[in-house]
């Protein structure tokens, strides 16, 4: 029995996350409010960590792997090879920082040209909704840049928990979709064109 229970374990689908934003936008404490249900106020400016956790997505046993980037500049050379292996991207500014919201431009910039592709499963999260007060960056004016994206805006607070759950399991679902969307390609009667040719000279 024990053996099967491990078989089981090691074969769940396993989504990749990656976090990414300005340094100081709330990423860890986002991660670890979602990971262990603490909000960590001082956390030391990330290199990158790495968290795996077992969670149910729709009545569904999966692993989400999440990997929580540096956002400082001085990093930006080993980001390209983080979001190669990312499946989808959580793309956090501040709401009480207007910078920290014009940099996620760039930083989407960054993934598309490494993925390169358009269609990557992402949302927009404007952190610290806890601090109204505040704000620099309106509802209406992320929302309008998420819309021009076609992705999903959503507002968090690592502090009080608020919609933390909300945007990493939004974006498993669309992590699944695309999964799902890539394997009826490969596999679907109709056989698209998709990397199914070879040329032997």
Request: aromatic share 8%.
């Amino acid at each position: 029995m024990a053996s099967g229970k491990n078989k089981n374990q090691t074969s769940l689908v396993l989504h990749k996350v990656i976090m990414v934003g300005s340094g100081g936008v709330g990423k860890s404490a986002l991660t670890l409010q979602f990971m262990y249900d603490e909000f960590v106020e001082d956390y030391e400016p990330t290199k990158a960590d790495s968290y795996r956790k077992k969670v149910v997505l729709d009545g569904e046993d999966v692993q989400i792997d999440i990997l929580d980037t540096a956002g400082q500049e001085d990093y930006a050379a080993i980001r390209d090879n983080y979001f190669r292996s990312g499946e989808g991207f959580l793309l956090v500014f501040s709401i009480t920082e207007h910078e920290s919201f014009t940099a996620t431009s760039e930083f989407r910039e960054q993934i598309l040209r490494v993925k390169e592709e358009e269609a990557i499963p992402l949302l927009l999260v404007g952190n610290k909704s806890d601090l109204e007060e505040r704000r620099q960056v309106s509802a209406d004016e992320a929302t309008a840049k998420a819309s021009e994206w076609g992705v999903q805006y959503v507002e968090t607070s690592a502090k009080t928990r608020a919609n933390v759950d909300k945007v990493f399991f939004d974006l498993m679902r669309e992590v699944r979709k695309k999964k799902m969307s890539e394997s009826k390609d490969k596999n679907g009667p109709s056989g698209k064109k998709k990397k199914k040719h070879c040329c032997i000279l």
